[in-house]
């Protein structure tokens, strides 16, 4: 795959996310040791983390998924975020985690927050996995972050372009 001419500069190596998730997962069971733990993972991009980060979590815990649109196909971020599967588990009462696979804009999540806020959750919390803070629309709190990156379309390790590259197992710049 790395012969793909779409495949540019690798941003995260596989054994930075193993040794930044491990360290995620041990901080995310410290933190809420003896709580009821709910992890919201937002498909598909996060699905790879939220799988091993919920294998590096030492503590019970639950896991539910959304679904929610805002880029279709193009490499820029609509604005305009749509519900494509909603939560099977109440919230109310619970800590709430989001999963989220990277905060961009942050117009999708500040979407997400004020949407699961309204369900009147214990705690809720962001937990992502790339931050790209030169992209920010609207500042936005996230507890747990897993890398920093540059203002490039990531790929790979979850996050797609148009469907394609979910399954690298790295984080690299699209190269198109």
Known sequence: MLSDPAIGDILVQPD?????????GAQ??????GRDLLLVGVLKGAIFFLSDLMRAIEI?????????ASYGSATDSSGVVRILKDLD??????????????VDSGLTLQYLLRSLDARNPA???????????????????ARY???????????????????RYRNLP???????
């Open 89 to 102: 588990t109440p919230i109310e009462g619970r800590d709430v985690l989001i999963v989220e696979d990277i």
């Open 123 to 141: 705690t809720l919390e962001v937990c992502a996995l790339l931050t790209k803070p030169s992209r920010r629309k609207v500042e936005l709190p």
């Open 28 to 33: 995310i069971s410290q933190d809420y040791e």
């Open 60 to 68: 019970p815990c639950e896991v539910d998924f959304m679904a929610v």
């Open 16 to 24: 930075e996310l193993r040794h930044r998730i491990e360290q995620l």
């Open 170 to 176: 790295f984080v690299a710049a699209l190269s198109m």
């Open 145 to 163: 972050i897993g890398f920093e990156i540059p203002d490039r379309f990531a790929i790979g390790y979850g996050l797609d372009h148009a469907e």
